[in-house]
């Protein structure tokens, strides 16, 4: 590619003929996190501690502490988070290759079935099915679930109940066959966690997890705005912080699709 | 006949608030014997270990044999009200704000006479039933009640001073999520509070006992979750110039000490929820508090945590969470010294294993949640600031009182 076909890209971004749609949650401390049994060790919530604002404390300037777990607000996993991907090479969000981080992504509407059943499992057909109207998944692209559960309350996003969370997700089968078949860069969901809420009770559990990681890919999750994406065309730009031998991190997730002009 | 105080009406906004005064502070050393009674709940005078007579004021040799041993006991309360006079334009800022002010001197059938705040139903003459108070400067005075219950008898005007009754006061508990907390809360709006606020974390998800928290008539869910500064500031910045007392809920206990952890996240999340989420309240809440120490029939009153009974005494199954717990209680005496000026009371309610879940494997005698609940009520009812719930809290205090030695020893055995 040449200079200019990039200074050209440059251009269509200014003036919207590329349109840049901001997939990612605020980072807050009432987003949902990740519910494991109180036994576990627990993420970090989201924490924003002012050290000064124009105040005593610095009379011109304003700033705040973070803290976070890796895994809170909209968030990457790499390959490290499993223990399926732990000898990996280059495994961790500092030593991923950069270019991973700029892809194309494949967005499958689910969020009909999803609307009917929390539970809801994407399977092969389903994306066979996909594949009929949008064609093949091409190799290193993101697939991308939509279910607009990112449009919902933060009760019902979590959808905790007495048995755990119920939130859509993927079956194992169709996870190895993403990775294998397809040979995708990485899964994203609109969900908690690239897993269904139920996703312990699967074989293997968190298949997401479990196929993703072991294979080198990556998640997505937390992500909103996967409506205004189209089936396919829109370039994922996740770029993680570089946190040494991190296993994830809260990022900004951005995708760029065609626009008008 | 005492008339039953009426619920407050809304404040006139065109009309200062009245700020706290402090009545006379000053006690000698000796004198905090009564403090501590009356901390405590306890009427205790100097008895004379040589010649047995019992003396007041405190002082430091026995008025009838100059014996030294002049230690604080229990003592019987009972006496009869020789005299009483009402003062009517006192020199001092606090009582002439409280004019008219009643005081007797008090015959005890154990000896001594003493100078007492009185109850309005106490006659001249008639029998009178003793107690030590703290008063608005935190410090303790005698009061004289009636030998039997009278009609509105917790509604008298100078005996509300020495209290912080919950009636017709509005109150945050901190944390509805937990049994305790519910039980606090049912146990407020029992005791006449006008309004109980309840902090819920992270409110997506649910938990026991939501449905019949949210149906409470008088019971005002709101977001708090007091490990976040910013969700402490919020709630502040919304009913902070409202909450009359406050009860801090938080509980997070986890088992283990130091060598059996593995990684500090537990222990941080130990300190997130207890120490820091306290200062976040204090901070929050505190001035505000202080403040309104003196603002009518429903003036900020008191302070509640709660806190293990380990506190004092580390024990090394919950070791780390005991050490929680003792900076909670370093930082209750830093808080109640600064809003004594407000004449706010910290209430530290101490409490052996509760009968929860984080206490599963624990054997009993585990203390209910409601026995806490109904401590704090009473604690409030009866103006106190050191209160020992169940037979643990009671036992460890003893036998720290004995031999803090062999407290350590034995815990950690």
Redesign the interface.
Known sequence: MDSNSLMQFAGAVASGAVRVVDLTFTLS??F?VI?LPPEF??A??V????ISRYDANGPAWYWNNLTFGEHTGTHFDAPIHWFTGKDLPNNAVDTLPVRDMIAPACVIDCSTQAAKDADFLLTIPVVEAWEESHGRIPERHWVLLRTDWSKK???D??N??DDGAHTPGPNAAVMRWLVEERGVIGFGTETIGTDAGQAGHLDPPYPAHHFLHGGGRYGLQCLCNLDQLPPTGAVIVAAPLKIQNGSGSPLRVLALVPGQG | MIEPIQKPRRKNPLQRTQLPTSPPRARSRASHGFTRAAAEGRFMLQHCGACGTFCYPARDACPACLSADLAFTDAPRRGTLLSETTLHIPADVHFRERAPWRIGLVAMECGPTLVTHLHADCEEGGPVVMSFQLDKSGQAVAFAHPERETPNMTDDRQWREMTADPKFRRVLVTNGRSIVGQEVVAALKTAGASIVFVGVAEPWKPFRGEDALRAMEGVEIVPLDIGDEKSVADLAADVGGKVDILVNTTEHVRAGGLLDRQGTSVVRDEIDQSYLGFVHLAQAFGSSMRMRGSDGVNSAAAWVNILSVYALANWPAFGAYSASQAACLSLSHCLRAELRSGGVKVVNVFTGPLDIEWFQTVPPPKVAPRAVASAIVSALKRGLEDVFVGDVAEEIRQRLAANPKAVERELGA
């Open positions: 401390p009432d949902p519910v060790g627990q970090a919530p924490r924003i501690q002012q309350g933060w009760r996003y979590a905790l109940k």
